[in-house]
Structures are given as structure tokens and as C-alpha cells.
T-cell receptor, first 109, second 115 residues
Framework: SQQGEEDPQALSIQEGENATMNCSYK?????LQWYRQNSGRGLVHLIL?????REKHSGRLRVTLDTSKKSSSLLITASRAADTASYFC?????????FGKGTHLIIQP | DAGVIQSPRHEVTEMGQEVTLRCKPISGHNSLFWYRQTMMRGLELLIYFNNNVPIDDSGMPEDRFSAKMPNASFSTLKIQPSEPRDSAVYFC?????????????FGEGSWLTVV
């Protein structure tokens, strides 16, 4: 069953702009993770945020977590053409990761 | 580190044939996962192993699917007999289970087409 649901399903922005993707989930979690998938490739881990954390940064990535609203957001600042990919949130409830269907991000040069 | 290695990368087979997908996890990882990805259903967890033991196979679609992990460095996912609706990308992934949270490392996938 689907746990995380990303929003929007697709996003197209100009290079240099910021991209924000959201994820909502239904049950309690230990942590939430974001992954990236380039076309035809496997998923690559980007960042993990624990349930007791509210915000985390990694390079141009900023992740927030609101456990009261059961939601998370991924912000990519100063986007680049190479950021074009699908982005997935995954929730860890102690029995393995459950992935959403992803947000397909297109960065237009 | 070579990462998670899957084979074959691409397979086209006829309905009714047996399909075997193979996976070599990252050395030292103690958890292994098989996922299936389709446009309609997204990424679905089929089964995962911890220390070579199947922990949760509730995601395996039906009896035509089976998975084994005979040792820490090898796993197979078998479909017998295959059907066109099994066409998907099958990912193997591994991790080192820790209480602080598991980062999963994915292989490049096996692209299966059943005609």
C-alpha cells in the first residue's frame, strides 16, 4: 500500500529557480527519506530526516518534516538542468521503506 | 565499492516462460529488498530479507513469484510462469540495518518485458 504521496506529480521550472516538492503520509514514522531517480536508473538516496527533527540541509537541498501534519517538503535551490529527475519520498515505520509515486521534475535551461 | 549489481539489465521473454532475476548486494549489508516499479502502481516492495532470512513477503503478488537468498552475497527473484502483467522494472536494494534509520542502496534495475 502507498504510504507517502508526493505533490505535485509533475513540476517544470526554469533553471535557477527553486523547486519545492511535498510529501504526505498516513501513519507514524521513524524517519522519512528522499530519493532521486534519473530516467532509466535506480534510485539514489538524497537525505534522511528523523521523526524528532524538523529541518535538515544538504548542499542545495532543504528538507522539512511536520509530524503533526504528517507531511514533508523537499526544496532544491538554484536548480540546474542536471536536477531533472523523479523525486520520491519514502517513509520508514520500522518494517521497511514505503515509497510514494514520485514527483517528476523538469528543469528547463 | 561496486554497488548493488543486478542481472540481467534487460529481458524480453514469452508468456509462460520462467524468469530469474539476480542480485548481488553491497558487501557488508545485512538487509536485501526486492522492489517492482510500474507506471500505474509506482514502487512496490515485494520482499525483504534480513541476514538472509525472508522477513516480509506480503508484497509478493502471487505464488508465481518466489525469492531466495542462499547466502549474504546473492539473491534471486523468480517468476514462473511469467505473464504480460509482470512487465516492469525490478529493483534489488540493500542496506545495513541500524536503529538510526536505514539508507537503501538500489541497483540499476532489471527491465522485464513479457510478451
Amino acid at each position: 500500500s502507498q504510504q507517502g504521496e508526493e505533490d505535485p506529480q509533475a513540476l517544470s521550472i526554469q533553471e535557477g529557480e527553486n523547486a519545492t516538492m511535498n510529501c504526505s503520509y498516513k501513519t507514524s514514522i521513524n524517519n522519512l527519506q528522499w530519493y532521486r531517480q534519473n530516467s532509466g536508473r535506480g534510485l539514489v538516496h538524497l537525505i534522511l530526516i528523523r521523526s524528532n527533527e524538523r529541518e535538515k540541509h544538504s548542499g542545495r537541498l532543504r528538507v522539512t518534516l511536520d509530524t503533526s501534519k504528517k507531511s514533508s517538503s523537499l526544496l532544491i535551490t538554484a536548480s540546474r538542468a542536471a536536477d531533472t529527475a523523479s523525486y520520491f519520498c519514502a517513509t520508514d515505520s520500522g518494517d521497511g521503506l514505503t515509497f510514494g509515486k514520485g514527483t517528476h521534475l523538469i528543469i528547463q535551461p | 565499492d561496486a554497488g548493488v549489481i543486478q542481472s540481467p539489465r534487460h529481458e524480453v521473454t514469452e508468456m509462460g516462460q520462467e524468469v530469474t532475476l539476480r542480485c548481488k548486494p553491497i558487501s557488508g549489508h545485512n538487509s536485501l529488498f526486492w522492489y517492482r516499479q510500474t507506471m500505474m502502481r509506482g514502487l512496490e516492495l515485494l520482499i525483504y530479507f534480513n541476514n538472509n532470512v525472508p522477513i516480509d513477503d506480503s508484497g509478493m503478488p502471487e505464488d508465481r513469484f518466489s525469492a531466495k537468498m542462499p547466502n549474504a552475497s546473492f539473491s534471486t527473484l523468480k517468476i514462473q510462469p511469467s505473464e504480460p502483467r509482470d512487465s516492469a522494472v525490478y529493483f534489488c536494494a540493500s542496506s545495513f540495518a541500524r536503529s538510526s534509520g536505514n539508507t537503501i542502496y538500489f541497483g540499476e534495475g532489471s527491465w522485464l518485458t513479457v510478451v
